[in-house]
C-alpha cells in the first residue's frame, strides 16, 4: 500500500529527531509536527501496521528497515529540492516549506534528473543543522 503525504512525514520527523537521539517520544514527534497527541497515536499505529516503525519495550519509536530507507529517501529529497530553490534565490524558509510540500507528489524520473543536475552544477551545498532545517554554505565545488 502506498504511503500518503501525512504517513510520510511522520516518518520523516521520526528520521530527523531519530539523528537527534536514539530515544524518540510520540510526544517529540507531536511537539515537532505541531500535533495533537491522539493524531500522532493514530499515525503511529498505521505506520506499525505498515511495518515501517515499532516501539520497544520503553515506548520509543524506531523505524524499522524499511521506515529506514523510505525516510531517507523522503529526507533526501526535502534536502535536493530545498537546495535547489536555495541556489535559485528562494529564501531559506520558502525552499524549506515547498520543497516539503513537492516532496511527496515528485516522481522518481524527476527527482532523478533534478539530483543529478544538482550533483552537477550546484555552487551550494546544504548542511543539516541537527534540528532538521538546513544552513546553506558557499562552498565551491569542483565541477572539473
Not at 529506514?68 to 536555495?86: D, G, N
Request: glycine share 8%.
Amino acid at each position: 500500500m502506498a504511503l500518503q503525504e501525512s504517513g510520510e512525514m511522520y516518518l520523516e520527523t521520526i528520521y530527523i529527531l531519530s539523528q537527534k537521539s536514539s530515544a524518540v517520544r510520540a510526544i517529540d514527534v507531536g511537539e515537532y509536527m505541531g500535533y495533537s497527541k491522539p493524531s500522532v497515536s493514530r499515525a503511529v499505529g498505521l505506520l506499525k501496521d505498515e511495518g515501517l516503525v515499532k516501539r520497544d519495550r520503553e515506548g520509543y519509536l524506531k523505524l524499522t528497515e524499511a521506515g529506514t530507507i523510505l525516510a531517507r529517501r523522503i529526507y533526501e529529497r526535502h534536502t535536493v529540492l530545498a537546495r535547489l530553490f536555495m541556489n535559485l534565490g528562494v529564501d531559506e524558509e520558502t525552499a524549506t516549506k515547498d520543497a516539503c510540500r513537492i516532496e511527496h507528489y515528485i516522481s522518481e524520473t524527476t527527482f532523478a534528473a533534478i539530483k543529478n543536475h544538482m550533483e552537477k552544477y550546484s555552487s551550494r551545498e546544504i548542511k543539516e543543522t541537527g534540528d532538521g532545517s538546513l544552513s546553506p554554505s558557499m562552498a565551491r565545488r569542483d565541477r572539473g
